[in-house]
């Protein structure tokens, strides 16, 4: 039945009719509009007439424009009801056997291959078979049914069948009658401009993944007492984007762990990030979608394309295992090979796992890239230009290495968008910022340093995460990463996210994470931010959840860090954890009791605050806050401490270090230089934030080089010097690195000369035969005749003097050698007399251990 053997009466037919659906109106049934007529009715009645001319001759209410509305409605319904929304992608591509209607009602059913593609922008498609699979062919595959790998035998060297459209909205099939084996295959596709280009589909090819694969985020990967063989260790070699061969096509692997999502599609800027080309398919049993898509490179950007199960809009989130990613504020992630760059830091690794021991010295520089020094330029401050991690590595690890540091300590180098946040509110946390360069650039940063001698520590950020659309944040509709109840999830202080480790997939994300820097960049340690926020339920929330006991500790966070402390020192010898906690938690560091949290290292931030509230005090107040200096020995050995003086400290109006310090000039670098040396003397490892060294004058700003200009002043550089002798010292003395936890390496001399503000006390090495003696005036008067217990008799010589002219100082202090006398004091039957300089530390040692190491020069010089 034509609409063209019935020409329509243009005298009742309107220019156009609508149909219109009204819920007041005919219980809101469609009707067109210009007859009033019901479409269904209008439909019913167009199925029994024999012609349009039969029916508009029966209803002159009707049009041939009505009638071709009905049609379009009822067609539009049908296409409604048949939407590809909810279709799985294996229905819309690859091989698929069927089932033909019998060509006779005597014969059978015949068996047949349908090939499907979804091309929603194509206007023709042609299916290639080939004998043999070509370089750009894929072989196809039944995905509801076991296969055979071997590919059916034909005699064509090459068969064309043109593919039929199933679908309006762009889903192509060919079938072939009595096949039943896969075969090699590949598409030619023509789109609306008439171009014709060839595609390697890839739903032509097996599921990439199986569970086996993922057992970490099965119930299986809930066992975390054997970390060895932890499942966590290989997930990040299976999730994310890989550079692989599959079948014989180079292409990329994307999976992405969603078990909530209705859809997800992958899209890039090789598919116009158009999510109905390339939608992923599930991983049963693991809430994993996978796809294998051939061609793909390295450096491609791309997307995943969420349909959260609400049936919400579509979001396109940032892939949680990307490699790299876009500079901000883009948001993509990009492709990325990890195995095309070649390390040469073997030597350094074979090592590390005696030169990085709690009986080594460790010293560390801290240091945001982003601001250490910058490439000097007039839209510097407009366009936030930084040097590229090679750039960068070519002025920092000299300097660090001259300065005499052991160790580089970088905030975080994870992806992160917002520059305000110093890296700590993470989105991309397997990749590197690109704000620097590219992934590799940063390896080479890594390698150069071990080159150099120098380990590489990282700041590492599983406490929570930011809110942004393309990050972690509710990532397949529903809370994945963090948990459900706001009173558990909600991080107040920073407006962030805190993970739920809790859930055993969050917490294998995170181990997987950290494998990850330790494996694919070699990094040394990882300092843990935040450690306190994930191990109080009731930190910085004045609304929270007790735990199964009712208390506040957090269980699950507790097992999450022994379990990544436990794998990590299993697998990866040598490599240091450092916690940054800074509460009285008992047991956060040693790997040896079972109660313990298996860190190797805490940060003592009540060391920290309680030096750095003394030495703020004007000298005369000192006396009545002495404790503040000898409390840390209380409880100095009851964890494996590094003494920071970090970032936090030198920002917010907190004021630079040399600030802090009261006093005039003189005086402010004569306390800086006294609490450094304190602070080398005092058991613990060591760490320095960027500028500390030289005195940086103003607080830390992320948006501005440090001001090296200072070094032209000679009290800058001198400090400098002074930093740099401190460091030989401590790198080169037993006494000084060898026991930092324990009194054999420890002993008062005198801790209670509140009066005079003057401080003394004995290092120790581990076998005895090495011992310093460190005394402080941490008043601006010399003590002359000071009278000083010392352990053995002989005679005694400054080691160093932070009030030597060399050093920026007035030059007071023992110029020779310091005889012992038979006087019994501070518990020593030998003691030596002294001039104490003001405001300065001094290190004594026997004459013949003064041999491995020269004073500095202490010409008396006016302040």
């Known amino acids: ?26 219980l809101g049934q469609p009707v067109l509009q210009s007859s009033g007529r019901l479409v269904g009715e209008v439909l019913e009645r ?26 379009k409605c009822a067609a539009e319904t049908v296409r409604e009801r048949n939407s590809l929304d909810h279709v799985s992608p294996e229905q819309l591509h690859g091989a698929h056997p069927v ?42 595959w ?59 589909t890839p739903y032509g090819l097996p599921p990439s993944l199986a569970a086996d694969d993922l057992a970490a985020l099965a119930p299986a990967g809930k066992n975390a007492d054997a970390p060895a063989t932890d499942p966590a260790a290989q997930l990040y070699r299976h999730l994310g984007a890989h550079l692989c061969s599959q079948h014989g096509l180079d292409g990329v692997r994307f999976a992405v762990w969603a078990p909530h999502a209705r859809q997800i599609s992958v899209v890039g800027d090789f598919n116009g990030w158009d999510g109905r080309v390339h939608p992923m398919r599930r ?43 876009q500079r901000r504020p883009d948001t993509a992630s990009v492709v990325h090979d990890p195995s095309r760059f070649r390390w040469h830091d073997a030597a350094w690794l074979k090592d590390r796992r005696t030169h990085q021991t709690l009986q080594r010295p460790l010293a560390v520089y801290e240091v945001h890239l982003g601001s250490w020094r910058r490439p000097s330029s007039p839209e510097n401050a407009k366009d936030h230009v930084w040097y590229t991690y090679r750039e960068i590595a070519d002025q920092l690890v000299p300097y660090v290495r001259e300065m005499g540091y052991t160790h580089l300590e970088l905030l975080p180098v994870s992806e992160h968008p917002f520059d305000g946040s110093w890296g700590y509110q993470v989105t991309g946390f397997f990749a590197p910022t690109a704000r620097f360069g590219t992934p590799d650039d940063f390896r080479h940063l890594v390698d150069a340093a071990h080159r150099a001698g ?21 990532f ?5 990463y963090e948990h459900p109840d706001p009173r558990r999830s909600e991080n107040y202080e920073w407006g962030t996210l805190a993970f739920n480790t809790e859930r055993p997939e969050v917490a294998a994300f995170l181990c997987a994470n950290a494998l990850f820097w330790v494996e694919q960049y070699h990094i040394d340690g990882l300092r843990v931010d935040a450690v306190s926020s994930m191990l109080y339920l009731d930190y910085s929330r004045q609304h929270w959840l007790p735990n199964e006991h009712g208390g506040r500790e957090n269980l699950h966070a507790m097992a999450f860090f022994r379990r990544i402390n436990r794998l990590l020192h299993q697998t990866h010898p040598g490599v240091l954890m450092i916690a940054e906690e800074s509460t009285a938690w008992p047991k956060v560091t040693g790997r040896d009791a079972a109660d313990s949290l298996g860190f190797d290292l805490k940060w003592n931030m009540g060391w920290m605050h309680d030096t750095l509230g003394y030495m703020q005090r004007d000298p005369v107040h000192r006396r009545f806050h002495h404790k503040n200096l000898t409390f840390s020995m209380v409880y100095a050995f009851t964890e494996n401490f590094i003494l920071p003086f970090s970032h936090d400290e030198v920002v917010h109006g907190k004021r ?125 008067v010399p003590r002359e005749k000071f009278r000083l217990g010392v352990p053995q008799a002989g005679h005694y010589r400054e080691l160093l003097n932070s009030d030597a002219t060399a050093f920026g100082g007035s030059g007071t202090g023992a110029s020779g050698l310091l005889a012992t006398q038979p006087h019994a004091l501070h518990g020593q039957a030998q003691s030596i007399e002294l001039t104490l300089p003001p405001l300065a530390s001094v290190y004594l040692v026997r004459e013949a251990e003064a041999q491995t190491a020269s004073p500095a020069r202490r010409t008396r010089r006016k302040r």
């Open 1 to 26: 039945m034509s609409p063209e053997k019935s020409p329509p009466d243009k005298d009742r037919t309107p220019a156009q009719e609508r149909v219109v659906v009204d819920p007041s109106v005919k």
């Open 46 to 71: 167009l199925a029994e007439a024999t012609s349009f001319d039969e029916l508009l001759k029966a209803d002159p209410a009707l049009s041939l424009a009505g009638l071709k509305a009905a049609l």
């Open 99 to 140: 089932t033909l209607p019998p060509a006779t009602p005597e014969a059978e059913r015949q068996p047949a291959l349908a090939v499907r593609t979804f091309q929603p922008d194509a206007t023709e498609v042609t299916l290639i078979r080939h004998s043999e699979p070509p370089a750009e062919g894929c072989r196809a």
């Open 142 to 200: 039944f995905p509801a049914a076991a296969q055979d790998d071997s590919p059916a035998p034909i005699a064509e060297a090459s068969l064309e069948v043109p593919m039929e459209r199933i679908h309006p909205d762009g889903v192509f099939e060919a079938v072939f009658p009595g096949e039943t084996q896969p075969f090699p295959y590949t598409l030619s596709v023509t789109d609306s401009t008439g171009h014709a280009h060839t595609d390697a």
């Open 283 to 325: 991983v049963a049993g693991t809430g994993v979608w996978e796809l294998f898509v051939p061609g793909l490179d390295d450096g491609q950007l791309y997307k995943y394309r969420i349909v959260p199960q609400d049936g919400g809009p579509a979001i396109d989130k940032a892939d949680p295992f990307a490699f790299a990613t």
């Open 454 to 474: 120098l380990g590489v520590i990282v700041d590492w950020v599983p406490a929570h995460f930011p809110k942004d659309a393309h990050g972690l944040a509710r």
């Open 476 to 480: 397949d509709g529903s809370c994945l």
């Open 656 to 780: 630079s270090m040399l600030s802090k310090m009261p006093g005039d000039e003189w005086q402010r670098f004569a306390n800086l230089r006294a609490l450094y040396g304190y602070m080398y003397a005092h058991p613990g490892k060591k760490l320095h934030f960027m500028g500390d060294e030289f005195g940086a004058l103003r607080e830390w700003d992320e948006n501005t080089e440090l001001d090296w200009s200072l070094l032209k002043r000679r009290r800058h550089s001198a400090l400098q010097s002074y930093v740099r002798e401190l460091n030989r010292l401590y790198t080169t003395l037993p006494a000084l690195h060898e026991v930092d936890v324990g009194w054999q390496g420890f002993q008062w001399l005198d801790c209670d000369d509140a009066d005079r503000s003057t401080l003394s006390f004995i290092r120790r090495s581990a076998d005895g035969q090495h011992e310093l003696i460190f005394v402080a005036n941490l008043t601006p």
